[in-house]
């Protein structure tokens, strides 16, 4: 079979490479790949960013997908074949002390789907029992391929902010992270702007617009006035930061009201900004970080319920066949989620 893989570190350098079909190891099942999609950190290795430099090349790459089993292990009991699953990608050890105590999240060994090992841009992936997830037969298979993202912005709506009815929330960053974090931060009641720089008034600003959001172009308003028309002049209770840009935290300091919380969701790199006024205004700031088993079903739900638009945040025009077209496109901000029929390169 053939998958799509990063070859060399050097940034585009995607081909086609050669796989055997898996074998399932006793706990493991074979999944066949319906849809997967296009993340930032799939971009990331695109242009090959400094944190993917430990990946052993060529590797398939692609995390976010939606597939049926088709083989199980001996040892597998909660799937069987036919069963539709999404994959929770970030695999804790299982051993160390934050896997112990429920935070595989943030595991101190935990390994990747498309960084560590072969990815989903590809027909068959084998997995472990304790990372697939099933899918209800009320999600259609191609919405099932965004819960992965989804999840992280519900950990970080649901479980790790404190957006209640009637706040006034920020969300900067109109990238996929960031429709989503909105979308949910909406359906916990609070009210959502969304924000964004120059490259994203073409097409993701837009798409906030069309999922019922107030947005501020930060590179053309005057967003003082906007916060504070929006705020009367108060600051927003929630400001999530999904940019991934150092400007991120800063401006988010300039946005949030005394008392409020900052959720760090985009991983900046460096930053480098005042850290008097976030303790003068007892900013509460919190990070949020991938996603757990509670984070993939509250994001079925919310898919199934309609208050997260998939049908409206997918972008279906790529194909893994032009590959470098689709990463060129999300990089420039001119889609949000691309997500691939992976039925297409199916040898």
Known sequence: ???????????????????????PAADEALVEID????????????????AFERMELPTVI?????????????????????????????????DCYQCEIGSANVCQ???????????????????????????????????AAVVEPTSIGARAVIENSRVSPGDRVLVEGPGPIGQLTAQIAAAQGGTVTVSG?????????????????????VAEDDFEA??????????Y??????????????????????????????????????YSPLVRSEIDLQCSYASMYEDFERSLRLID?????????????FSLEDADEAFESFIDGETCKPVFDVSEVWE
């Open 237 to 274: 209770d929630v400001v999530f930061d999904t940019t991934g840009h150092p400007s991120g935290l800063p401006s988010a300091v300039d946005a949030v009201r005394k008392g409020g919380q900052i959720v760090l969701v985009g991983q900046t790199g460096e930053t480098t900004m005042e």
């Open 62 to 94: 692609g995390h976010e997908y939606a597939g049926r089993v088709v083989e199980t292990g001996d040892s597998v009991t909660k799937f069987a074949v036919g069963d539709r699953v999404v994959e929770r990608p970030i695999r804790g050890c299982g």
């Open 226 to 235: 906007r916060r504070d028309e929006q705020t009367d002049g108060i600051g």
């Open 305 to 317: 319920s309609g208050d997260v638009d998939c049908e409206t945040f997918i972008d279906d025009r």
């Open 35 to 50: 849809y997967a999609g296009l993340c930032g950190s799939d971009a990331g290795i695109y242009e090959f960013e400094s």
């Open 1 to 23: 079979m053939r998958g799509l893989a990063k070859v060399s570190r050097t940034s585009g350098a995607m081909e086609f490479v050669d796989r055997n079909r898996p074998e």
């Open 109 to 143: 060994d935990a390994v990747i789907t498309g960084v560590d090992h072969d990815g989903a841009y590809k027909q068959f992936i084998t997995v472990p029992e304790r990372a697939l997830h099933p899918v209800p037969d009320s999600v259609p298979q191609q919405h």
């Open 197 to 217: 720089v120059g490259p994203d008034a073409n097409y993701r600003l837009p798409l906030a617009e069309e999922f019922g959001f107030e947005t501020i172009n």
